[in-house]
Protein backbone atom coordinates (compact mmCIF):
# COMPACT_ATOMS: atom_id res chain seq x y z
CA UNK A 1 0.00 0.00 0.00
CA UNK A 2 3.05 2.71 0.91
CA UNK A 3 4.14 1.62 -2.66
CA UNK A 4 1.03 2.29 -4.19
CA UNK A 5 0.48 5.56 -2.66
CA UNK A 6 4.13 6.77 -3.54
CA UNK A 7 3.49 6.30 -7.13
CA UNK A 8 0.07 8.22 -6.80
CA UNK A 9 2.14 11.04 -5.56
CA UNK A 10 5.01 10.89 -7.81
CA UNK A 11 3.03 11.06 -10.71
CA UNK A 12 1.02 14.24 -9.69
CA UNK A 13 4.39 16.18 -8.60
CA UNK A 14 6.47 15.13 -11.69
CA UNK A 15 8.80 17.48 -12.40
CA UNK A 16 8.68 19.40 -15.90
CA UNK A 17 12.80 19.14 -16.05
CA UNK A 18 14.87 17.07 -14.49
CA UNK A 19 17.16 19.43 -12.36
CA UNK A 20 14.33 21.51 -10.44
CA UNK A 21 10.74 21.23 -10.20
CA UNK A 22 8.14 23.78 -9.07
CA UNK A 23 4.61 22.54 -7.87
CA UNK A 24 1.89 23.83 -6.27
CA UNK A 25 1.06 21.59 -2.95
CA UNK A 26 -3.12 21.65 -2.30
CA UNK A 27 -3.27 20.67 1.41
CA UNK A 28 -6.45 19.05 3.35
CA UNK A 29 -7.93 21.79 4.51
CA UNK A 30 -7.64 23.27 1.38
CA UNK A 31 -5.12 26.03 0.99
CA UNK A 32 -2.12 25.78 -1.43
CA UNK A 33 1.62 26.24 -1.24
CA UNK A 34 3.42 26.70 -4.41
CA UNK A 35 7.35 26.83 -4.20
CA UNK A 36 10.13 24.53 -5.58
CA UNK A 37 10.25 20.39 -4.59
CA UNK A 38 13.40 19.37 -2.95
CA UNK A 39 12.48 15.99 -1.56
CA UNK A 40 9.35 13.57 -2.43
CA UNK A 41 9.01 10.33 -0.29
CA UNK A 42 6.18 8.03 0.84
CA UNK A 43 5.90 10.45 4.39
CA UNK A 44 6.70 13.90 3.17
CA UNK A 45 7.16 16.71 0.62
CA UNK A 46 9.78 19.01 1.37
CA UNK A 47 9.96 22.33 -0.75
CA UNK A 48 11.41 26.27 -0.82
CA UNK A 49 9.04 28.80 -0.47
CA UNK A 50 9.91 31.80 -1.84
CA UNK A 51 8.94 33.75 1.66
CA UNK A 52 8.86 30.66 4.03
CA UNK A 53 12.14 29.12 3.01
CA UNK A 54 12.06 25.47 3.31
CA UNK A 55 8.75 23.45 4.14
CA UNK A 56 8.39 20.31 5.23
CA UNK A 57 4.66 19.16 4.41
CA UNK A 58 3.17 15.58 5.83
CA UNK A 59 1.20 13.36 3.33
CA UNK A 60 -1.17 13.02 5.86
CA UNK A 61 -1.77 16.90 5.91
CA UNK A 62 -1.94 16.48 1.61
CA UNK A 63 -5.25 16.37 0.22
CA UNK A 64 -5.19 13.35 -2.25
CA UNK A 65 -5.67 12.63 -5.30
CA UNK A 66 -9.41 12.56 -6.63
CA UNK A 67 -10.72 9.16 -8.76
CA UNK A 68 -11.28 9.64 -11.87
CA UNK A 69 -15.34 10.00 -12.76
CA UNK A 70 -16.12 6.51 -14.19
CA UNK A 71 -17.90 6.27 -17.70
CA UNK A 72 -21.53 5.59 -17.36
CA UNK A 73 -23.09 1.91 -17.59
CA UNK A 74 -19.51 0.54 -17.81
CA UNK A 75 -18.12 2.39 -20.72
CA UNK A 76 -15.99 5.00 -21.31
CA UNK A 77 -18.61 7.35 -22.44
CA UNK A 78 -18.30 10.68 -19.88
CA UNK A 79 -16.02 9.00 -17.95
CA UNK A 80 -13.99 11.85 -15.96
CA UNK A 81 -16.92 14.33 -16.48
CA UNK A 82 -18.52 16.20 -13.66
CA UNK A 83 -22.34 15.18 -14.25
CA UNK A 84 -25.35 16.59 -12.69
CA UNK A 85 -28.84 15.65 -13.07
CA UNK A 86 -30.99 17.95 -11.19
CA UNK A 87 -35.26 17.81 -10.27
CA UNK A 88 -37.71 20.29 -9.20
CA UNK A 89 -41.28 20.00 -8.45
CA UNK A 90 -43.45 22.42 -6.79
CA UNK A 91 -46.97 22.69 -7.09
CA UNK A 92 -50.45 25.22 -4.92
CA UNK A 93 -53.63 23.98 -4.36
CA UNK A 94 -56.14 26.81 -2.79
CA UNK A 95 -57.66 29.56 -4.51
CA UNK A 96 -55.24 28.96 -7.94
CA UNK A 97 -53.76 25.61 -8.74
CA UNK A 98 -50.27 25.44 -10.21
CA UNK A 99 -47.82 22.93 -11.02
CA UNK A 100 -43.97 23.65 -11.66
CA UNK A 101 -41.84 21.07 -13.05
CA UNK A 102 -38.16 21.50 -14.35
CA UNK A 103 -35.96 18.44 -14.92
CA UNK A 104 -31.94 19.13 -16.05
CA UNK A 105 -28.77 17.25 -16.78
CA UNK A 106 -25.44 19.16 -17.12
CA UNK A 107 -22.11 17.94 -17.35
CA UNK A 108 -19.01 19.63 -18.40
CA UNK A 109 -15.09 18.33 -18.24
CA UNK A 110 -11.45 20.32 -18.60
CA UNK A 111 -7.86 19.45 -19.07
CA UNK A 112 -4.63 21.51 -20.49
CA UNK A 113 -6.35 21.15 -23.78
CA UNK A 114 -9.96 21.05 -24.37
CA UNK A 115 -12.74 22.43 -22.37
CA UNK A 116 -15.93 20.43 -22.29
CA UNK A 117 -19.79 21.60 -22.08
CA UNK A 118 -23.26 20.00 -22.00
CA UNK A 119 -26.42 21.05 -20.90
CA UNK A 120 -30.35 19.90 -21.19
CA UNK A 121 -33.46 21.29 -19.68
CA UNK A 122 -37.28 20.63 -19.66
CA UNK A 123 -39.85 23.39 -18.21
CA UNK A 124 -43.04 22.67 -17.59
CA UNK A 125 -45.36 24.93 -15.84
CA UNK A 126 -49.40 24.89 -15.82
CA UNK A 127 -52.04 27.43 -14.03
CA UNK A 128 -55.59 26.58 -13.08
CA UNK A 129 -55.26 23.24 -15.93
CA UNK A 130 -53.65 25.81 -18.48
CA UNK A 131 -50.04 25.26 -19.95
CA UNK A 132 -48.38 28.14 -19.28
CA UNK A 133 -44.43 27.00 -19.78
CA UNK A 134 -43.61 23.86 -22.11
CA UNK A 135 -39.84 24.38 -23.33
CA UNK A 136 -36.89 22.43 -23.55
CA UNK A 137 -33.20 23.36 -24.89
CA UNK A 138 -29.82 20.69 -25.39
CA UNK A 139 -26.27 22.30 -26.15
CA UNK A 140 -23.06 21.13 -26.51
CA UNK A 141 -19.68 23.39 -26.73
CA UNK A 142 -15.91 22.60 -26.95
CA UNK A 143 -13.10 24.84 -26.20
CA UNK A 144 -9.51 23.98 -28.10
CA UNK A 145 -7.10 25.68 -25.25
CA UNK A 146 -2.90 26.12 -25.38
CA UNK A 147 -1.37 26.17 -22.01
CA UNK A 148 0.89 29.03 -22.83
CA UNK A 149 -1.97 31.10 -24.82
CA UNK A 150 -4.76 33.19 -23.38
CA UNK A 151 -6.65 32.71 -26.90
CA UNK A 152 -8.96 29.73 -28.01
CA UNK A 153 -10.86 28.56 -30.44
CA UNK A 154 -14.36 27.20 -30.03
CA UNK A 155 -17.42 25.59 -30.95
CA UNK A 156 -21.13 25.37 -29.45
CA UNK A 157 -24.77 23.68 -30.88
CA UNK A 158 -28.04 24.20 -29.46
CA UNK A 159 -31.24 23.19 -30.45
CA UNK A 160 -34.58 24.67 -28.61
CA UNK A 161 -38.53 24.04 -28.31
CA UNK A 162 -41.01 26.12 -27.31
CA UNK A 163 -44.76 25.97 -27.12
CA UNK A 164 -45.04 29.86 -26.78
CA UNK A 165 -42.05 31.44 -28.76
CA UNK A 166 -42.78 33.27 -32.50
CA UNK A 167 -41.10 29.83 -33.45
CA UNK A 168 -41.78 26.61 -32.06
CA UNK A 169 -38.18 24.84 -32.85
CA UNK A 170 -34.48 26.30 -33.77
CA UNK A 171 -31.08 25.06 -34.14
CA UNK A 172 -28.28 26.96 -33.71
CA UNK A 173 -24.38 26.88 -34.42
CA UNK A 174 -21.55 29.06 -33.93
CA UNK A 175 -17.60 29.33 -33.72
CA UNK A 176 -15.18 31.77 -33.19
CA UNK A 177 -12.35 33.04 -31.15
CA UNK A 178 -12.41 33.51 -27.06
CA UNK A 179 -9.96 35.41 -24.90
CA UNK A 180 -9.41 34.84 -21.22
CA UNK A 181 -9.45 37.98 -19.42
CA UNK A 182 -9.07 36.69 -15.72
CA UNK A 183 -7.84 33.46 -15.44
CA UNK A 184 -7.53 32.64 -11.90
CA UNK A 185 -8.07 29.67 -9.42
CA UNK A 186 -11.60 31.02 -8.35
CA UNK A 187 -12.23 33.50 -10.87
CA UNK A 188 -12.64 33.13 -14.71
CA UNK A 189 -13.82 35.52 -17.30
CA UNK A 190 -13.75 35.12 -20.84
CA UNK A 191 -14.84 37.11 -23.75
CA UNK A 192 -16.02 35.13 -26.67
CA UNK A 193 -16.66 36.21 -30.20
CA UNK A 194 -17.54 34.88 -33.71
CA UNK A 195 -20.28 34.11 -36.50
CA UNK A 196 -23.95 32.07 -35.93
CA UNK A 197 -26.32 30.57 -38.33
CA UNK A 198 -29.79 30.51 -36.79
CA UNK A 199 -32.46 27.94 -38.37
CA UNK A 200 -36.35 28.68 -37.11
CA UNK A 201 -38.97 26.66 -37.60
CA UNK A 202 -42.47 27.45 -37.97
CA UNK A 203 -41.76 30.69 -40.25
CA UNK A 204 -38.90 28.38 -41.58
CA UNK A 205 -36.36 31.61 -41.39
CA UNK A 206 -32.78 31.39 -41.47
CA UNK A 207 -30.19 34.21 -39.75
CA UNK A 208 -26.59 34.71 -40.73
CA UNK A 209 -25.75 36.75 -37.19
CA UNK A 210 -22.22 37.98 -35.06
CA UNK A 211 -22.06 36.94 -31.85
CA UNK A 212 -19.81 38.66 -28.93
CA UNK A 213 -20.28 39.04 -24.91
CA UNK A 214 -18.19 37.70 -21.99
CA UNK A 215 -18.90 34.70 -19.25
CA UNK A 216 -17.63 34.23 -15.87
CA UNK A 217 -17.13 31.17 -13.64
CA UNK A 218 -16.50 32.58 -9.77
CA UNK A 219 -16.56 29.59 -7.23
CA UNK A 220 -16.74 31.46 -4.12
CA UNK A 221 -15.85 28.54 -1.62
CA UNK A 222 -15.71 24.65 -1.15
CA UNK A 223 -19.29 24.60 -1.28
CA UNK A 224 -20.82 27.05 -3.49
CA UNK A 225 -20.35 28.36 -7.38
CA UNK A 226 -21.77 30.91 -9.93
CA UNK A 227 -21.85 31.28 -13.63
CA UNK A 228 -22.62 33.81 -15.76
CA UNK A 229 -22.73 35.23 -19.61
CA UNK A 230 -24.57 37.92 -21.74
CA UNK A 231 -24.64 37.43 -25.32
CA UNK A 232 -25.06 39.76 -28.16
CA UNK A 233 -26.08 38.81 -31.46
CA UNK A 234 -26.39 40.94 -34.43
CA UNK A 235 -28.24 39.73 -37.53
CA UNK A 236 -26.85 40.29 -40.93
CA UNK A 237 -30.29 38.43 -42.61
CA UNK A 238 -32.64 39.95 -42.32
CA UNK A 239 -30.36 43.50 -41.51
CA UNK A 240 -30.35 45.29 -38.01
CA UNK A 241 -32.60 42.73 -36.30
CA UNK A 242 -30.76 41.46 -33.17
CA UNK A 243 -31.09 39.10 -29.78
CA UNK A 244 -29.66 39.51 -26.47
CA UNK A 245 -29.43 35.86 -24.21
CA UNK A 246 -28.24 36.57 -20.77
CA UNK A 247 -28.15 33.74 -18.04
CA UNK A 248 -27.17 33.11 -14.11
CA UNK A 249 -26.82 30.29 -12.75
CA UNK A 250 -26.15 29.33 -9.14
CA UNK A 251 -25.01 26.32 -7.21
CA UNK A 252 -24.77 25.15 -3.69
CA UNK A 253 -23.13 21.76 -2.61
CA UNK A 254 -25.20 20.56 0.45
CA UNK A 255 -23.80 16.94 1.31
CA UNK A 256 -20.95 15.00 0.08
CA UNK A 257 -22.29 11.58 0.36
CA UNK A 258 -24.41 11.38 -1.70
CA UNK A 259 -23.28 14.57 -3.74
CA UNK A 260 -26.66 16.77 -3.39
CA UNK A 261 -26.54 20.33 -4.59
CA UNK A 262 -28.97 22.99 -4.64
CA UNK A 263 -29.39 24.95 -8.13
CA UNK A 264 -31.31 27.83 -9.12
CA UNK A 265 -30.96 29.83 -12.50
CA UNK A 266 -32.24 32.06 -14.89
CA UNK A 267 -32.00 32.83 -18.57
CA UNK A 268 -33.53 36.15 -20.65
CA UNK A 269 -33.64 36.21 -24.25
CA UNK A 270 -34.36 39.57 -25.96
CA UNK A 271 -35.45 39.61 -29.31
CA UNK A 272 -35.97 43.04 -31.52
CA UNK A 273 -38.57 41.86 -34.22
CA UNK A 274 -41.14 39.50 -32.82
CA UNK A 275 -44.81 38.97 -33.73
CA UNK A 276 -47.35 41.18 -32.73
CA UNK A 277 -48.62 40.30 -29.80
CA UNK A 278 -45.74 38.30 -28.86
CA UNK A 279 -43.36 39.64 -25.94
CA UNK A 280 -40.00 40.29 -26.49
CA UNK A 281 -38.62 39.02 -23.43
CA UNK A 282 -38.80 35.25 -22.68
CA UNK A 283 -37.28 34.30 -19.17
CA UNK A 284 -37.15 31.17 -17.71
CA UNK A 285 -36.01 30.66 -14.37
CA UNK A 286 -35.76 27.31 -12.33
CA UNK A 287 -34.42 26.26 -8.89
CA UNK A 288 -34.16 22.59 -8.33
CA UNK A 289 -31.64 19.74 -6.31
CA UNK A 290 -29.47 17.93 -8.46
CA UNK A 291 -27.30 14.77 -7.71
CA UNK A 292 -23.66 14.57 -8.77
CA UNK A 293 -22.70 10.30 -10.42
Known amino acids: MRALRLSWWI ?12 ATIELANGDKVTGEVVERSD ?10 GRMEIPLTRVKPPEAPKPGLFGTEFLAG ?5 SLGLSGQEGNTRTTDIVAALDADAENETRRWAFEARYNFSTSEGDTTKNNAMVGLGRDWLFP ?13 YDEFRTWNLRLQGEGGVGYELVRRE ?13 QEWSEDQFRAEWMVGPELAWRLGPSQSIEAGNF ?22 LTEDPALSLLAGVENEYQSDVDPGSESNALRDYTSV ?4
Not at 186 to 198: D, I, K, M, N
Not at 243 to 252: A, D, E, F, H, I
Open 11 to 22: LILMPTSALAET
Open 43 to 52: ERIVLVHDLF
Open 81 to 85: WTRTL
Open 148 to 160: ESRWFPFARGRFD
Open 186 to 198: SFELRARTGPSVV
Open 232 to 253: FYYSFTPWEEFRNLSTLRWRWA
Open 290 to 293: GLDF
